[in-house]
DNA sequence: CACCCATAGGTACGGCCGTACACATGTAAT
DNA sequence: ATTACATGTGTACGGCCGTACCTATGGGTG
């Protein structure tokens, strides 16, 4: 479908996108937003770029957002919401703790989501949070929402531990590209939950 | 009569800096990115900033670094160099596994790993290095040699574990700005290393 | 229908940026 | 002492940036 079957009657002027009325804009710039701080980093992330993206005129962003710390911050809320939810709802699904270690062996090995796109946005959203105090707020509610989860099958100290385990295996098979083996991990996770 | 002239016999004239012939500039300047990319991230690092900080001329920048790429590139294999002689200095000096145990526990829960400044640094480190090939030859070799001061003392396998249980734990403690109680952190070590 | 204003679109301005480059100066070799 | 070269310094240029601001438009409401 293209941006002109909208337009019936008049027919559709050369060079003139018809996007008026786009109701869920800003929803689809936090979106774009994301997509360009894991392609560029926060470092070559832009309005410019984001508009670009999302095939929207730059006004659109001033318009939408406030300044560029307002689309930062939305839209790493936005990540940490998407990972926190495809968390919470693993850790609901496991009815006993050997199911929720075999879902968190899963999760960590898998391929959930293109790991590299999120894993790039997720160092980023760190190292904003280590120096901007209100950007650690997401990061504060990301990791309460995670040991929460955690919870509904372990001690609340074996969570922490578990959710370390979880965030420094993540991060040494996005780095090293090399999936995880099972077995190793398994047993990993296995000798935390053990008491 | 020339500036230069007039300050020949009092030493140092107001404004002027006498830093001809400065033979560890190079070094210095590295320093001093790593410190900005900590304070300003990555995003906010420029050679303006950097030669400010450092009290140089802008030209000293494009002298002494072939351009942006060659400054933050040196800037984390510093960084990654300094972290790994820290770490092997502490494995090293652990003669036992029960030593070596100890020791973790102390670099996760002590001052060491814990300076914000470097937390920074290195989280920015990874989103570049997930991004971009050359910059993971840093991280990779941080990793290894994290790995070969581990093997020290234990198993491969018991190795990488613990190597990722350090990095979720001062991740952890890293953004929730709160020290990790000393006796949940030797717990979690002395489960991975229990064999 | 007529109106209004939330939303969309275009553009200009001042600022910081990386980088190039011409020039200055100190050091070491002859 | 002269020279050659490595290093240090100042400045200018073109580009991308965030943002402000003005205009256009069309959907919902009376």
């Given at each position: 479908?293209?941006?002109?079957?909208?337009?019936?009657?008049?027919?559709t002027p050369p060079g003139h996108r018809q996007r008026r009325h786009d109701p869920d804009r800003r929803e689809r710039l936090i979106d774009v937003a994301l997509a360009v701080i894991a392609e560029h980093g926060v470092a070559g992330t832009s309005h410019r770029r984001v508009a670009a993206a999302a095939e929207?005129?730059?006004?659109s962003m001033t318009y939408h957002f406030a300044g560029m710390d307002e689309l930062l911050e939305a839209a790493f809320t936005r990540l940490a919401e998407h990972a926190a939810d495809a968390?919470?709802?693993a850790m609901m699904q496991a009815r006993t703790p050997v199911e929720a270690v075999e879902a968190i062996v899963g999760l960590i090995t898998g391929t959930?989501?293109?790991r590299r796109e999120a894993m790039v946005a997720?160092?980023?959203l760190?190292?904003?949070a280590a120096r901007r105090p209100e950007i650690r707020t997401i990061t504060n509610a990301w990791m309460a929402r995670s040991r929460r989860a955690l919870e509904r099958h372990f001690e609340p100290d074996t969570a922490l531990m578990l959710d370390a385990l979880i965030e420094g295996l993540t991060i040494h098979r996005a780095l090293s590209l090399k999936p995880m083996p099972v077995s190793t991990v398994r047993e990993a996770v296995q000798r935390i939950v053990a008491s």
């Open positions: 479908m293209t941006p002109s079957s909208a337009n019936a009657a008049t027919g929207v005129p730059l006004g968390f919470d709802q959930v989501l293109n997720t160092y980023e760190y190292s904003l």
